[in-house]
């Protein structure tokens, strides 16, 4: 105070600072109120949902369906977000499809970012938005950000202001989507909006397995209600079991769905599809109980290869 001549009767600053908050960071919202409310706030819950195979569907509520959805459809339509995946069938004679298309829709938000749009297909997995950029606005790639983790292959998009991560991989001639998202963002949508497959599942009318059971086309017949096999897979049961068992060591509905799409396309990348779905689960997922989804209980895992896998 003597030294920079200050006065004693003017204004001083406070002992206890107005502590402000980043808004273009969403896990620090809750921090922020903690420290300047006093409030004590639960740590946000983060749910995920999975897309891979032909396809595979993990939804939001880790509900595993295996679904035809061709064409055109919303994964998640809420209020900061849109992701639309485009599928189309794999092989003649079969109800089973795979994703050759992804489209997200960022939603301007405050001053994080303006609306970005992003948009993926097969042989063009590109690492910016469709206008150009790779961040949100004014290049603040705090906010939200692409990040190209092998040229044409897999990327990953940060959203730090919903708290949300994008991965997109292309394996193959398809593509596979993985996402984590705030569940109170994840619920903010109208009425309008509850055609969501992350959310509520695939139609009835859409689904390849029933009751929870998965069919495999075993030996060039088809099990009830099942996915057509195609008579040139080139994949009896045992050897796409061990194809499929090299790479995910426990049986469960991973395992399970890379036996299906070998069977169903006798595409190997289907096999990488699987495990790779599997690997984002272990890095997004938020409870690690919870990244292996096994067979109901009761139900046990039959040996007779003309029996239907249950999932």
């Keep these: 105070?003597?030294?920079?001549?200050?006065?004693?009767?003017?204004?001083?600053?406070?002992?206890?600072?107005?502590?402000?908050?980043?808004?273009?960071?969403?896990?620090?919202?809750?921090?922020?109120?903690?420290?300047?409310?006093?409030?004590?706030?639960?740590?946000?819950?983060?749910?995920?949902c999975g897309l891979f195979g032909d396809p595979h569907l993990r939804t939001f509520k880790d509900h595993f369906q295996t679904c035809k959805v061709e064409g055109a459809w919303p994964l998640v339509d809420n209020n900061y977000l849109s992701v639309q995946v485009t599928n189309v069938p794999v092989v003649p004679g079969s109800s089973a499809t795979a994703t050759n298309k992804i489209t997200i829709i960022f939603k301007s938000y405050q001053v994080c970012t303006d609306q970005k749009v992003y948009q993926a297909m097969t042989d063009d997995l590109p690492a910016a938005f469709v206008d150009g950029t790779t961040s949100g606005e004014d290049g603040n790639t705090r906010s939200l950000h692409i990040v190209e983790k092998v040229s044409g292959k897999y990327i990953e998009i940060h959203a730090r202001y919903i708290?949300?991560?994008?991965?997109?991989?292309?394996?193959?001639?398809?593509?596979?989507?993985?996402?984590?998202?705030?569940?109170?963002?994840?619920?903010?949508?109208?009425?309008?909006?509850?055609?969501?497959?992350?959310?509520?599942?695939?139609?009835?009318?859409?689904?390849?397995?029933?009751?929870?059971?998965?069919p495999l086309p075993v030996m060039g017949?088809?099990?009830?209600?099942?996915?057509?096999?195609?008579?040139?897979?080139?994949?009896?049961?045992?050897?796409?079991?061990?194809?499929?068992?090299?790479?995910?060591?426990?049986?469960?509905?991973?395992?399970?769905?890379?036996?299906?799409?070998?069977?169903?396309?006798?595409?190997?990348?289907?096999?990488?599809?699987?495990?790779?779905?599997?690997?984002?689960?272990?890095?997004?997922?938020?409870?690690?109980?919870?990244?292996?989804?096994?067979?109901?209980?009761g139900r046990g895992i039959p040996q007779d290869p003309t029996c239907a896998v249950p999932l």
């Design 1 to 48: 105070m003597t030294q920079r001549n200050c006065t004693k009767d003017g204004p001083t600053s406070s002992t206890n600072p107005e502590m402000t908050h980043d808004p273009c960071n969403y896990s620090g919202h809750t921090e922020a109120r903690e420290r300047h409310w006093g409030e004590k706030t639960t740590p946000p819950t983060y749910l995920f």
């Design 163 to 214: 708290g949300t991560t994008v991965y997109i991989r292309q394996l193959g001639h398809y593509l596979t989507l993985a996402i984590r998202m705030p569940q109170e963002l994840v619920m903010a949508y109208e009425e309008s909006q509850d055609l969501q497959l992350c959310v509520n599942g695939c139609p009835s009318s859409e689904l390849i397995d029933q009751s929870g059971h998965l």
């Design 221 to 297: 017949k088809l099990l009830p209600w099942g996915a057509a096999a195609h008579p040139r897979s080139g994949y009896t049961l045992e050897v796409a079991t061990t194809k499929c068992h090299e790479k995910m060591l426990v049986k469960d509905i991973y395992f399970y769905s890379c036996v299906f799409d070998l069977l169903t396309t006798g595409d190997a990348n289907f096999t990488t599809a699987a495990h790779s779905a599997l690997q984002d689960v272990e890095a997004l997922h938020p409870s690690k109980e919870h990244w292996h989804i096994f067979p109901k209980s």
